[in-house]
């Protein structure tokens, strides 16, 4: 294990397979899309257009859900140094949860 870990939330667009580096660990903690009964991952393997067409069919409003603090928690646990990027505080709960997720790891 290396002594640095970044553990970045999906919407920063990166993944595992685009992040290089030989110093630390890089992870990606994925969003969450619930239209209507379907409940769809921001994975690196995000079939889009899929997406796009649910969203456009959607009859209830489209919701996401941001990373949980379990979530957060999990990519936390052993690092040594970690650093944690998030969409936005003002945008989105996912630094609270990382926020959160810090505490409990």
């Known amino acids: 294990m290396r002594d640095w870990r970044i553990v970045a939330d999906s919407a920063c667009d990166l993944f595992q397979k685009d992040v290089a580096d030989e110093t630390a660990d890089f992870t990606t903690i ?11 991952t921001d994975t690196e393997d995000l079939d889009v257009p899929t997406l796009m067409d ?3 069919r959607c009859e209830k409003a489209a919701r996401t859900a941001c990373p949980s603090p379990g979530d957060w928690a999990a990519a936390f646990a052993g690092a040594k140094h970690c650093v944690a ?4 505080g003002a945008l989105s709960g996912s630094l609270h ?7 409990l790891a």
């Open 30 to 40: 994925p969003f969450s899309f619930q239209l209507d009964e379907t409940t769809m």
């Open 54 to 56: 649910r969203m456009e």
């Open 85 to 88: 990027l998030t969409i936005s």
């Open 97 to 103: 949860s990382a926020q959160s997720g810090r505490t």
